[in-house]
């Protein structure tokens, strides 16, 4: 069965730190390229990191550059998201997404909470 699964979300206080985990079953990640999204209460899903199957980055949201970092182990098939001095803004469900050609999965969430 193929699979995305999340996980590393939880409740942490303002400039705290979280590492999400995506972890693929059923496939093998080395030849997609890997996003993470994420969705607010009400907002629409936003794409905030990339990483291609060659390991080039980009960061989509602005509002993470400098504390956010994508990356991907393929021995474990699984693609992370550091996430440092997080903000009450980057409250969230957190998405990864994993893309080639003209395959596309998506994971069920986790959800980051950042208040004090």
């Known amino acids: 069965q193929v699979q995305l699964v999340e996980s590393g979300g939880g409740l942490v206080q303002p400039g705290g730190s979280l590492r999400l985990s995506c972890a693929a079953s059923?496939?093998?990640?080395?030849?997609?390229?890997m996003s993470w999204y994420r969705q607010a209460p009400g907002e629409e899903r936003d794409l905030v990191e990339n990483i291609t199957s060659t390991g080039r980055t980009t960061t989509y949201a602005d509002s993470v550059k400098g504390r956010f970092t994508i990356s991907r182990d393929d021995a474990k098939n699984t693609v992370y998201l550091q996430m440092n001095s997080l903000k009450p803004e980057d409250t969230a469900v957190y998405y990864c997404?994993?893309?080639?050609?003209?395959?596309?999965?998506w994971g069920q969430g986790t959800q980051v909470t950042v208040s004090s």
């Open positions: 997404k994993a893309e080639w050609a003209t395959r596309t999965f």
């Open positions: 059923g496939f093998t990640l080395r030849n997609y390229a």
